[in-house]
């Protein structure tokens, strides 16, 4: 089992749609979590973290379920140029650097005019 | 305004060959990795390091070297190439501690 899976997508959404991605861990003492974009043939950068009482910036809402393993992350009043790949990223139980920022292989997201 | 910088951008080897990815950061990050991207893989960690003189090993790092001179300077050797090495690296460094990952813009590689 990986250790941080998502659904690779991709999610094709019209304008104005609201739509959610969810992303499951392994281990259970993870201690943060992260949303990343990434843009087509692009560095990715952070979106967002993600609290244990969810939080929200923008059209954007994270959420944080310990008791199933996933985070989540909502984008309300979906725009073209939110189309892209969104990235889950945890970190372990001790912060030592090795393997400790894991990847997910990312949900990619189509918002279509 | 520079933060991580990684030369060279593009890079088309022949198999056996070695060559080294730069990467710089400004921005006084002890902490820098190199990580790989294939398709429906994910970032993989290659390598990283804490600090100058301190590097670890990540998920994949056969056929790679690190080293650490400098807080600034953290460059990717590649041994002798395989086409198994054709990949987008990135280099990112964040403050010990966070989250916060800050990327290069990506080195893309075939190894022919």
């Known amino acids: 089992r990986k250790e941080v899976e998502q659904d690779p997508g991709p999610f094709n959404v019209p304008e104005g749609a609201t739509v959610a991605f969810n992303c499951t861990y392994s281990?259970?003492?993870?201690?943060?979590f992260f949303w990343y974009r990434q843009d087509c043939r692009k560095e990715p950068k952070l979106l967002m973290s993600?609290?244990?009482s969810g939080n929200e910036d923008g059209r954007f809402t994270a959420q944080l379920n310990r008791a199933s393993q996933y985070i989540s992350l909502l984008i309300r009043d979906s725009k073209l140029s939110d189309s892209a790949t969104y990235l889950c990223?945890?970190?372990?139980?001790?912060?030592?650097?090795?393997?400790?920022?894991?990847f997910g292989s990312g949900t990619r997201l189509q918002v279509q005019p | 305004n520079a933060g991580v910088t990684q030369t060279p951008k593009f890079q088309v080897l022949k198999t056996g060959q070695s060559m080294t990815l730069q990467c710089a950061q400004d921005?006084?990050?002890?902490?820098m990795s190199w990580y790989r991207q294939d398709p429906g893989m994910g970032l993989r960690l290659i390598h990283y390091s804490v600090g100058a003189g301190i590097t670890d090993q990540g998920e994949v790092p056969n056929g790679y070297n690190v080293s650490r001179s400098t807080t600034e300077d953290f460059p990717l050797r590649l041994l002798s190439a395989a086409p198994s090495q054709t990949s987008v690296y990135f280099c990112a460094s964040r403050p010990v501690g966070t989250g916060e990952l800050f990327f290069g813009e990506g080195s893309r590689l075939t190894v022919l």
């Open positions: 990223v945890v970190i372990g139980p001790l912060d030592t650097g090795r393997r400790a920022l894991t």
């Open positions: 921005m006084n990050h002890e902490y």
């Open positions: 993600v609290y244990s």
């Open positions: 281990n259970s003492a993870s201690q943060s």
